[in-house]
């Protein structure tokens, strides 16, 4: 396995680990474990835990970004771009009750390293922004639409039962808080 390869691999292990467990549970041991290679092999890449942390949120980061601009781009009405949004935190929640990344770290923030924390809010910051500008609003109303759909996401999975999801995001449409 390559150097690439071998980071790659470490962080969707470690993305695995942290949307099922969160990030206390993030373990270099049991990545090594999981993937058959020497703790050691991690600190290479990762010198610390917070490191991988950090990069963990960049790129969850990054990778959303992506998606959302292309998204905003795409030729569909405001419902099919907002259904596509919501769509993607239900995926995590079909994907063995997983949490979208930032929405359990954020759950965690008092015991994140700051330079994990740094990344965890531009997450929060994009998705934020972006909402404003899909929705055509202010800030503080695409925050309360992020902060909605992420609490939705978290009843369904403690619960276990997505149909929580989709009743929750029917309701903030029903009651005019969602396009």
Known sequence: MSTTDTRETIMAVAKAMVQARGYNALSFREIAKDIGIKSASIHYHFPTKAELGAALAKRYTEDALEGLEQLLAADLDLPAKFDRYVSVFRAALLN????????????????????????????????????????????????????????????????????????????????????
């Open 96 to 179: 063995d009750n997983r949490m979208c990344l930032y929405g359990i770290m954020a759950a965690e923030y008092g015991d994140l390293p700051p330079e994990v924390r740094t990344q965890v809010d531009a997450f929060s910051a994009a998705n934020a922004d972006w909402l404003s500008r899909l929705l055509e609003s202010d800030e503080a109303r695409a925050l309360a639409i992020f902060a909605a759909i992420e609490g939705a996401q978290l009843v369904a999975r403690g619960r276990g039962d997505i149909a929580v999801f989709d009743q929750t995001i029917a309701a903030y449409r029903a009651a005019g808080l969602a396009p």
